[in-house]
């Protein structure tokens, strides 16, 4: 009798085929409405052009932005560099009416698919990649897998910024970045009255002269040769400059002391030879960077 019973009870508590039903189609009216409602509120509300470019130059004179707003990384002899994935969050903030993110679409044994999409809501443009995670993390030429909730979403998330920036980056008009990239470069070249070549070879001599980093050891860590560095590149280097002079790192930390000295570029040299031996001081850097 009370094996009847149990089973009855079970039977009562799950949801029948119907009742599924009717909470998918709930749910799908409710998606529908909310799309509905964003389309209504951007044709409602239209951007102004002119408004949107202007915010998102404003936030570009911001150099806590400017000195993350590219990525650059060695491909093969060539130098690829491009907008990051901040400057691009701050570009679909500011040109508003602008659906986008990231989404978790169904996780399987060890790995994850999800979507990352930009909808223009105005325009009806959109960008959007389905792509799979593994949940394993690579570290030290090792794979671990990834067991916690937070791992795994954090790997998620990780991967999916690129594709986000992608995304973002495929709906908002081109001729927009760019000037959001060079309003950046003028934000970090404003930092400084000198030329940037000057002040590349003042900050290459500053590290040789006060850390024992020589050019050959800067250039491994970027991947390519100083006389290729750009703001950004100088930026980061000043960041650097700034961790090691508070002593919250070690030059270990940053730069492999086992290079072996190799042929300079030529870059400190050449700058030398016009100028004279830099001095190195707080000034081979931005200021406002101390």
């Known amino acids: 009798m009370n094996d009847l019973t149990?089973?009855?009870?079970?039977v009562q508590s799950q949801p029948t085929m119907d009742q599924q039903s009717v909470l998918a189609q709930s749910s799908a009216s409710r998606e529908m409405e909310e799309v509905k409602g964003a389309i209504f509120l951007a044709k409602q509300f239209p951007r102004n052009y002119f408004e949107s470019e202007k915010r998102i130059q404003d936030a570009c004179k911001r150099p806590s932005l400017a000195t993350t707003a590219t990525y650059a990384y060695k491909r093969g002899s060539s130098k690829v560099e491009g907008p990051s994935i901040r400057l691009a969050e701050v570009l679909a903030q500011n040109w508003g009416n602008l659906s986008y993110g990231i989404q978790e679409l169904e996780q399987r044994d060890g790995e994850s698919v999800a979507k990352a999409y930009c909808w223009d809501l105005e325009t009806n443009v959109r960008q959007?990649?389905?792509f799979t995670v593994k949940h394993v993390r690579s570290a030290r030429g090792s794979l671990t897998k990834l067991t916690e909730p937070r791992d795994i979403y954090e790997r998620v998330a990780s991967d999916g910024a690129r594709?986000?920036?992608?995304c973002i980056l495929g709906v908002i008009p081109g001729d927009v970045?760019?000037?959001a990239v060079e309003q950046c470069r003028l934000t970090l070249a404003g930092q400084s009255d000198k030329p940037?070549?000057?002040r590349i070879s003042g900050a290459l001599s500053h590290f040789k002269e006060n850390y024992g980093v020589t050019q050959e050891m800067i250039e491994d860590r970027f991947g390519y040769n100083a006389s290729s560095f750009s703001e950004f590149d100088l930026a980061q280097l000043t960041s650097i400059r700034n961790s090691l002079k508070d002593k919250m790192s070690k030059v270990e930390d940053w730069f492999d002391k086992e290079i072996g000295k190799q042929q300079s570029s030529g870059l400190a040299a050449d700058f030398n030879k016009e100028q004279g031996e830099v001095?190195?001081?707080e000034n081979t850097v931005p200021a406002e960077q101390e």
């Not at 149990?6 to 079970?10: A, D, I, L, V």
């Not at 594709?163 to 992608?166: C, E, G, K, Y």
């Open 128 to 130: 959007e990649k389905v």
């Open 196 to 198: 940037l070549k000057d």
């Open 177 to 179: 970045v760019e000037m």
């Open 6 to 10: 149990t089973q009855f009870n079970n």
């Open 279 to 281: 001095k190195s001081d």
């Open 163 to 166: 594709r986000l920036r992608a």
